[in-house]
C-alpha cells in the first residue's frame, strides 16, 4: 500500500501546506503544458505506477523536456512504460508533468520506523536528490524522536547542526518539515520520503522548501489513512480475485492472509500459524498454489468462508489438500477442521467429486475431535488420506506431503479418479 | 525519553533476568477479560499459575465474572473501578480489539503506579498506536511483551501470563529444563518447545515476542535477561524477517538460531506476520548472515551436513532445532535434561487408503497416538453421529437459509428448485437427514410415515374433526391432532433407537440395507429383548413388516429384529425402519444420535399431521381416502397419499408431478419466515440443552400456530384473481394448449379496466390494489423482468410437455400491462404465481363440477402450503434442539419498545 508520484504525493502535501512542485495529471493540456513550461523553464515526465516501485530515475524513466514537443514526446515514451526492480515489475498508466525546480540545494528528508532505536525516525541529508545509499554516511543524520511529543522544530534544528547542513536552509527546513509529521502520524503511514526537497529562492534570496518527489507507505492496520478519501483503484492492482475475495473476510479475529505462489501449483495448502507459513511455502515452493496463514482462532464461520473460497478457486486442479499447522496454542481444532470438513463435503455435493488426497497434521486443543471430523468427511467422501499429529515433524510431513503429489501426477490422481468414478480428471 | 533500567540499553528495560518475566508473585489484571479469545484462555493460564488474575475488566459488564475451576475472577467496568474494591496487580494483559488496544495500556499505566509489565495479545495494531504504546511504556519505565504475541510462560515457576503458549493444557507440553526461548510465532513457541522435550530438553522462560514492526520486547533484552538467569543453559531463537532486533543482541550463552523466510524474497507484499519482505538489509539472508557471524560458522546445520560450534547453531528448518541443540549443548560438555520423549518421525495417527494400492514410501500404517490422544482416539471410535456446538440460534439455521441474490432458499444445501423435483418423502429424509436418499430409503419413509396416515379410531382423528367442526382454518385443525401426538406416544420407539444405535454401532454395522451382515455378536438380556418382542400378535407391526417385505426393503436391523422373536413390537418395527433409514448420515456423523432417536416420533407425526388433512369420513377401517390399508402401506407413497387427501381424489401424473412442485417450492423460505420462527421459539421455550425434554409436537404446533390467512394461506389471493377473470370463460381443460380462449384479448382487457382503476385511485388520493403473483421487490428494473424462480419451473414444465392455461394467462397480462402503459417495464411472473397457477389447475375439475365451494378452495391452498412447509419446520425444530441454547429466541429487552 504504497503511493509514489506527485500526481496523489501533491495532494496529499496540500493537507498540511507543504509547498510542492507544480504538477499537471495525465490528461493535461497541451496548453497547460506549454504554460507550465513557459513558467518553469522546464518539466520533467514521469510515469505513474499504481503502488510502489523504486529505481526508476537509474532505469532512465525520467524524461525532461524544454518545449512542448519534447514534453510530449516524452509522454508518448513512458505513458505504457514497463519497470522491473528486484522481484517487482510494473507497467505504467500515465505520466505526470512536473514544474522543474531550479536550486542550488536538494534535501533528502523521510519518517519511518526504526527497529534499532523502536522509535519514529528523521532521516536527513542536505546531500539529498540521489540515492541515500549513495550519501555520505556523515552527512545523514538518523534521529529517532519521541513518539508523543512528535517531530517538533528543535529534532529537525539539531539534526541539521548534527550534520553541518549548510546555514541558509536550515531555518526554512525547521519551520517547514515539522508539518510532515502531522501528515505521516495522523494519515496511517508508515514511511513518508521526500527526495529531493528543493530549496527554492525568493526574490529576495531567502528559500523555501518545495518536494519534488513524493513516496510514502500506509499501514493496513490503520484506518487513519481513510480519512484521505483515495480512491481504491490506487491499492487494489496486485491483488487477484482470490485474494480481493479472501481479503473481504480480513478482521481483526484470524489472519486470513493469502499470496497466490503459483496459479499452476498442485497442492492446496490451508496454513495456521506464520511460522508454519514459512516453512511450508518454503518447502512446498512451486507445488504450492498459495500461501496462507489461516490461524488466530479463526470462528466457524469465517473459517468455512475461507475453505470455501479456496476450494472454489482451487480444488479442482489439486491433487493434495494439505492442512498444516503446529501445536496451536488457542485455535480451536474442532472448530476449524468442522469448518473446513463441511466446506469441502459442500463443495463436493455442489461441484461433484474431484480426485484428492487428504493429508493433515496439527496439534491444539480439541485436536482428537478435530481429526475426527475430517478423517468422517475423508472417509464419506472416499478421499485416501493421512492425518498425523504434532509429534511427527512438521517439515517431515510437508515431505510427505510433496511425496503424495508427485505419486498423484505420476497416476494416482487417475486411479483415485477412477475409485470415486470422476470421467475427466483434470490433468494436474 | 526513558526512565533508566537495566543493562546498558539506549530504551529502558526493566527485566534483568528472564527468571522475573512470569513469576509466582506477579498478579495479573485481564483487559477485555470477557472477550471470545481471552474467555477461552485466561482461565487456563489462571489455573495452571495458581490463580493469579486478579480482576478482569469488560466497560458495562462490572459484577459479573468469568468462571474458573479456582472460582470467579471478577470483572469491573474499568481499572479504577478493580482498584478501588481493593484488588492490588503488576501486570496487564490486553486482549482489547485493535483500535483500542493504545488506550488500554494508557488506562493501565496512568491508572495503576505499581504495573511493571504489559502483554499485549492483540493483533494488527496500527504502528501509530505502537508508537505511541511504546513511548508511555518507556515514560513511565514498564516492560512491555508483544504486541500480537500469546504471552509468555516459565516452565519452572509454572506461570503464563496473557495469551496461551502451551495450549488448553500447558504442562503437556512445558516441562520444566535449560533451555529459554523467544520466537516471533506464537504458535512456534509451542511447537518448539514439544520437539525439544521429544528430545530431552525441557524450557525454562518461553517468550512470544510477536512480529509486528514494534517488537517490544525483543532480542537485545532477552540476551542480556539470559545471561543472567542461572536456569538457562542456552536459547533457541525463531526469527522472521523484518527488524534488526537479532542483529544487535549481544548472546553470551549458546543459542540455536532457526531463520525461516528465504522465500519471502519472491513475494511482492508481505504475508502472514507484518515486517519485511526482501531486499532491505534485514531480510532473512541477512539474518542468517548475523547468526553465522555470532556462532563462527560458515553454514547452515542440518543433518546431513551439522554445522555449528560452541557457541550456537544456525536452522532453517524448525525440526532440525532439537539435533543442533544437542550438538552444540554437546561441545559445551551438556548432556539433555532428560530422556528423550519420543522420536519427530511421521506417526499417522488417522489413514485410509480407500482401496487404492500405493506405494510403499507413502502408504505409512497408522500408528497409535501417544498419551493421553491414544485414549482419546479409541473414545472416538466409540462415538456415533455428529455433535453440534450449542450457540445462540435467534434468527440462524443450520438448516436453511436464502440466497439474498437469487431469492432462492435451500435445505441443508439443497435449492428448493431442486427440491421440487424430489417426492415428498425424499424431501422428508432431506429435512431430517441432511440426505435425500435413494430407493430403499424413500420406501422406508413410506411404511413409518404410512403407518400413521389412517387415523381412524384415534383422539388425533377426533380432535382435529372437533377442531374443523368449529371453522378453525387448516392449521388450527392439525395443530389440534398434533396435540394428541405426545412425548408418551413416542417414548418406547424413542428407546429402542437408542438401543439399536448402541448394539449396532458396538457390533460395527456400516451399512444398514445390508442384509447380510452378521449380526451374531449381538447380545440382549431377557429385559431388553421384552422391550423388543411381545408375547402375541402387534397387527401394526405385523402390517409394517409385510409392507417391507413387498417393497422389497433390505434392512440390517429390521432382519435382525425379526429373527429375534415371533412377535415384534410396533415401535420395535418403526424404530428399525428408521434406525436403517438414518444409519448413513449417522455413520457420516451428518447427523446426532438424538436426531435418530427422534425419527420415530417424526414420522408418527408427519402421518398424524399429513392424515389429518383429510376429513373424518376419508379415515376409515379399510384405509385412508380410498386408498386400502395394505394398500397403503406397501405400495403407495407418501407423495400419492398426501395429493389424495388434499384433493380428495385420486391424482393423476400430472397431477403428482404438481403437487410435488408446489410442496417442494414452499419447503421453506428461510430461518426469518414467520412459520420458521415459531417452530423455533416453541424449541427455544422447552430449553434445547435438555433435549429430551422438547416436545417435538408442541413444536410443530409452534409452527402451526404461525401461519395463517397472511401466511400460507395467502396462495389463495392469485387463485381468487384467476377465478375473477376466468369468470364467464368456458374453460373445460386448464391443461390444454387448445382451450379456445383468447387469452390475450382477455389480459389486455384487463390491463386496461386496471389502469383505469389504478388511475381513479389515484385521483381520490388511495393506493390501488396489487395483482397478486406479479412483480418482485428483487427482480424488477430490467425491460423484461423474470423471477429466476419462476422461469426455472416453467421450463420444467415445459420440457415435460405440460401446458398450463392460468400459468399462461399471467405471462401475457404482465406483457399487457406494460404494452397498456400500465407499468414502466415488464414485471415479472413471481413465484406465488406458480403455486396459484398449480393449485387452480389441479381444481379446477372439481370447482368446475361445483363440488368445491370458494372457502375451500382457499383451504386447499392453505393445506398445500402446510403440507410443504410442515417439512422444512421439521428441519427447523430439529437443527434448533441440536445446536440452540434455552431460550436464545428471545428479544434483549434493550431492543424491545413501547409504543404509546
Known amino acids: 500500500m504504497q503511493i509514489t508520484g506527485m500526481l496523489y504525493g501533491s495532494k496529499l502535501l496540500e493537507f498540511v501546506e507543504f509547498p510542492s512542485a507544480e504538477v499537471l495529471g495525465p490528461d493535461a493540456s497541451e496548453e497547460a ?113 519521541d513518539a508523543l511529543t512528535g517531530m517538533k522544530a528543535f529534532v529537525v534544528a539539531n539534526a541539521l547542526a548534527d550534520i553541518g547542513a549548510p546555514p541558509e536552509i536550515i531555518s526554512p527546513l525547521v519551520q517547514q518539515l515539522p508539518k510532515l509529521w502531522e501528515l505521516y502520524h495522523n494519515f496511517g503511514m508508515t514511511t513518508l520520503e521526500l527526495n529531493p526537497i528543493r530549496m527554492r529562492p525568493d526574490r529576495r534570496g531567502r528559500l523555501t522548501p518545495v518536494a519534488c518527489d513524493f513516496k510514502c507507505g500506509f499501514d493496513r492496520d490503520d484506518a487513519r489513512w481513510h480519512r484521505l478519501n483515495l480512491p481504491s483503484e490506487l491499492f487494489a492492482a496486485d491483488y487477484s480475485d482470490f485474494e480481493q475475495e479472501i481479503n473481504q473476510l480480513r478482521t481483526h479475529q484470524g489472519q486470513s492472509d493469502v499470496y497466490v505462489i503459483n496459479d499452476k501449483g498442485t497442492v492446496l495448502a490451508p496454513t495456521f500459524g506464520g511460522g508454519a507459513n514459512s516453512l511450508v511455502t518454503e518447502m512446498l515452493g512451486d507445488d504450492a498454489i498459495i500461501s496462507s496463514d489461516f490461524g488466530g482462532n479463526p470462528p466457524y464461520e469465517k473459517m468455512k468462508s475461507v475453505a470455501a473460497i479456496c476450494f472454489r478457486h482451487w480444488l479442482a486442479q489439486s491433487n493434495v489438500l494439505f492442512v498444516i499447522g503446529g501445536k496451536s496454542n488457542n485455535t480451536d481444532i474442532f472448530e476449524t477442521f468442522r469448518a473446513m470438513a463441511d466446506a469441502l463435503r459442500e463443495h463436493f455435493a455442489k461441484h461433484g467429486p474431484t480426485p484428492l488426497f487428504v493429508v493433515i497434521g496439527r496439534g491444539g486443543p480439541n485436536l482428537v475431535r478435530g481429526m475426527g471430523v475430517f478423517r468422517d468427511t475423508c472417509e464419506a467422501l472416499g478421499l485416501p488420506y493421512r492425518i498425523f499429529g504434532f509429534d511427527s515433524a512438521m517439515s517431515e510431513v510437508v515431505d510427505y506431503a510433496r511425496e503424495v503429489n508427485e505419486w498423484m501426477k505420476a497416476g494416482g490422481r487417475a486411479q483415485i479418479a477412477a475409485r470415486l468414478g470422476v470421467t475427466q480428471a483434470v490433468a494436474a | 525519553m526513558h526512565q533508566q533500567g537495566v543493562g546498558d540499553f539506549a530504551y529502558y528495560v526493566g527485566i534483568s533476568s528472564l527468571s522475573q518475566i512470569a513469576t509466582r508473585h506477579d498478579r495479573v489484571c485481564v483487559l477485555n477479560i470477557l472477550g471470545g479469545e481471552s474467555s477461552e484462555v485466561t482461565p487456563v ?18 459484577g459479573q465474572v468469568l468462571e474458573t475451576s479456582l472460582g470467579p475472577v471478577p470483572v469491573f467496568n474499568s481499572v479504577r473501578e478493580g482498584l478501588d474494591a481493593g484488588h492490588r496487580f503488576n501486570c496487564g494483559v490486553v486482549y482489547l480489539p485493535p483500535t483500542a488496544a493504545r488506550d488500554g495500556v494508557a488506562e493501565l499505566i496512568r491508572v495503576n503506579p505499581e504495573l511493571k509489565k504489559i502483554f499485549i495479545i492483540t493483533e494488527k ?7 505511541e504504546i511504546r513511548a508511555m511504556g518507556q515514560q513511565a519505565g514498564i516492560d512491555i511483551f508483544g504486541a500480537n504475541c500469546l504471552g509468555v510462560a516459565d516452565a519452572w515457576n509454572e506461570v503464563r501470563i496473557g495469551g496461551a503458549l502451551g495450549g488448553d493444557s500447558p504442562s503437556d507440553t512445558l516441562k520444566r529444563g535449560s533451555i529459554a526461548i523467544l520466537s ?162 511421521l506417526k499417522p495417527w488417522f489413514g ?100 400413521f396416515l389412517n387415523l381412524h379410531g384415534t383422539p388425533a382423528l377426533a380432535a382435529a374433526d372437533a377442531a374443523r367442526e368449529s371453522g378453525s382454518a387448516p392449521n388450527a385443525v392439525l395443530a389440534a391432532a398434533a396435540a394428541m401426538v405426545g412425548p408418551r406416544a413416542a417414548e418406547p420407539a424413542r428407546q429402542v433407537a437408542a438401543l439399536m444405535i448402541e448394539l449396532f454401532s458396538r457390533a460395527g454395522l456400516r451399512r444398514a440395507e445390508d442384509d447380510s451382515f452378521d449380526a451374531s455378536a449381538i447380545e440382549i438380556d431377557e429385559a431388553t429383548r ?54 448413513g448420515p449417522l455413520q457420516r456423523k451428518r447427523v446426532s444420535r438424538t436426531t435418530v432417536e427422534n425419527l420415530p416420533w417424526w414420522m408418527r ?64 423460505n428461510g430461518p426469518g419466515a414467520i412459520s420458521a420462527q415459531g417452530a423455533k421459539g416453541a424449541v427455544s421455550a422447552d430449553g434445547p440443552e435438555t433435549p429430551s425434554r422438547v416436545q417435538l409436537n408442541k413444536a410443530m404446533i409452534g409452527f402451526l400456530s404461525h401461519t395463517g390467512f397472511a401466511h400460507g394461506g395467502n396462495g389463495f389471493e392469485g387463485v381468487a384473481f384467476l377465478l375473477e377473470r376466468f369468470a364467464g370463460h368456458t374453460l373445460a381443460d386448464p391443461a390444454s394448449p387448445d382451450h379456445g380462449l383468447d387469452l390475450t384479448a382477455m389480459a389486455t382487457a384487463y390491463a386496461r379496466e386496471y389502469g383505469a382503476e389504478r388511475a381513479a385511485s389515484k385521483e381520490v388520493g388511495s393506493a390501488a390494489r396489487n395483482i397478486p403473483c406479479v412483480n418482485h421487490p428483487v427482480f424488477k428494473d430490467k425491460p423484461v423482468n423474470i423471477d429466476p424462480r419462476e422461469e426455472f419451473v ?73 403440507h410443504g412447509r410442515l417439512i422444512g419446520c421439521a428441519a427447523e425444530i430439529e437443527d434448533h434442539l441440536n445446536r440452540g441454547k434455552n431460550m436464545d429466541t428471545r428479544t434483549p429487552q434493550s431492543q424491545v419498545r413501547f409504543v404509546a
Not at chain 1, 537509474?58 to 526492480?85: C, P, Q
Not at chain 2, 495494531?125 to 508508537?131: C, L, T
Open chain 1, 33 to 145: 503544458i506549454k504554460a507550465m513550461i513557459e513558467r518553469h523553464g522546464s518539466v520533467f515526465i514521469k510515469p505513474v505506477f499504481k503502488g510502489g516501485v523504486g529505481k526508476k530515475g537509474k532505469a532512465g524513466l525520467l524524461g525532461r523536456a524544454k518545449d512542448l514537443k519534447g514534453a510530449l514526446a516524452e509522454k508518448e515514451r513512458l505513458y505504457f512504460v514497463e519497470h522491473h526492480h528486484g522481484n517487482q515489475s510494473a507497467k505504467a498508466n500515465g505520466v505526470t508533468f512536473e514544474g522543474a525546480v531550479p536550486a542550488e540545494h536538494e534535501i533528502y528528508f523521510s519518517l519511518s520506523v526504526s527497529t534499532e532505536f523502536r522509535a519514529p525516525t528523521l532521516t536527513i541529508t542536505h546531500c539529498g536528490g540521489m540515492d541515500i545509499e549513495e550519501v555520505d554516511e556523515k552527512h545523514i543524520a538518523r534521529v529517532p524522536f
Open chain 2, 45 to 62: 493460564s489462571h489455573v495452571w499459575s495458581g490463580g493469579n488474575v486478579v480482576f478482569g475488566t469488560a466497560p458495562g459488564k462490572s
Open chain 2, 125 to 131: 495494531i496500527a504502528v501509530h498506536d505502537a508508537r
Open chain 2, 184 to 345: 516471533n510465532s506464537g504458535g512456534f513457541t509451542t511447537t518448539i518447545a514439544q520437539y525439544l522435550r521429544m528430545a530431552g530438553w525441557g524450557t525454562t522462560t518461553l517468550v512470544s515476542s510477536g512480529k509486528d514492526i514494534y517488537i517490544h520486547y525483543a532480542a537485545p533484552e532477552f540476551a542480556f535477561a539470559l545471561a543472567n538467569d542461572a536456569r538457562s543453559k542456552a536459547a533457541v531463537l525463531y526469527c522472521e524477517p523484518g527488524g534488526y532486533y537479532e542483529r544487535d543482541a549481544d548472546f553470551t550463552k549458546p543459542v540455536v538460531a532457526c531463520v525461516v523466510g528465504r522465500w519471502k524474497s519472491r513475494l511482492t507484499r508481505a504475508v502472514g506476520h507484518a515486517g519485511a519482505m526482501a531486499g532491505g538489509s534485514d531480510d532473512a539472508a541477512a539474518k542468517e548472515a548475523w547468526f553465522m557471524e555470532k556462532f563462527g560458522v560458515d553454514g547452515i546445520y542440518t543433518p546431513d551436513k551439522p554445522v555449528f560450534s560452541a557457541k550456537g547453531a544456525l536452522v532453517t528448518n524448525i525440526a532440525h532445532i532439537p539435533a543442533a541443540l544437542t550438538a552444540v549443548m554437546r561441545a559445551n560438555a551438556t548432556l539433555p535434561d532428560f530422556e528423550p520423549e519420543g522420536t519427530m518421525e
Open chain 2, 352 to 451: 485410509s487408503n480407500m482401496g487404492i494400492e500405493l506405494p510403499a514410501a507413502i502408504d505409512l500404517p497408522v500408528v497409535q497416538a501417544m498419551p493421553p490422544y491414544r485414549e482419546q482416539i479409541g473414545a472416538l471410535a466409540s462415538q456415533v453421529g455428529a455433535v453440534f456446538a450449542r450457540q445462540n440460534m435467534k434468527d440462524i439455521s443450520g438448516a436453511s437459509q436464502m440466497d439474498p441474490r437469487t431469492q432462492v432458499s435451500s435445505l441443508h444445501g439443497v435449492t428448493m428448485l431442486q427440491a421440487a423435483q424430489n417426492s415428498l418423502e425424499a424431501n422428508l429424509a432431506l429435512a431430517l437427514l441432511r440426505e435425500a436418499g435413494g430407493r430403499n430409503d424413500r420406501a422406508l419413509v413410506n411404511i413409518a410415515v404410512g403407518a
Open chain 2, 530 to 583: 421384552a422391550r423388543l418382542i411381545g408375547s402375541e400378535a402387534d397387527p401394526l407391526a405385523g402390517a409394517m413388516i409385510e409392507a417391507a417385505i413387498a417393497r422389497g426393503v433390505r434392512s440390517a436391523p429390521l432382519g435382525w429384529l425379526i429373527r429375534l422373536g415371533a412377535h415384534p413390537r410396533a415401535e420395535a418395527v418403526l424404530a428399525a425402519l428408521t434406525t436403517t433409514l438414518a444409519w
Open chain 2, 605 to 668: 407425526l408427519t402421518g398424524t399431521l399429513i392424515g389429518a388433512t383429510a376429513p373424518a369420513e376419508q379415515h376409515t377401517e379399510q384405509g385412508l381416502c380410498g386408498i386400502a390399508q395394505t394398500r397403503l402401506l406397501g405400495e403407495s407413497s407418501l407423495t400419492e397419499v398426501a395429493a389424495t387427501a388434499l384433493l380428495g381424489r385420486a391424482p393423476g401424473s400430472d397431477d403428482l408431478f404438481a403437487y410435488q412442485t408446489l410442496t417442494g417450492l414452499l419447503l421453506t
Open chain 2, 794 to 866: 416453467r421450463k420444467l414444465f415445459e420440457a415435460r410437455g405440460e401446458y398450463n392455461v392460468f400459468h399462461d394467462y399471467y405471462r401475457k397480462l404482465v406483457q399487457a400491462l406494460y404494452d397498456e402503459g400500465v407499468t414502466r417495464n415488464v414485471f415479472c411472473v413471481n413465484v406465488d404465481a406458480l403455486i396459484a397457477t398449480l393449485l387452480l389447475k389441479m381444481m379446477w375439475p372439481a370447482w368446475q363440477a361445483g363440488s368445491l365451494a370458494p372457502n375451500e378452495l382457499e383451504t386447499a391452498a392453505f393445506t398445500a402450503f402446510l
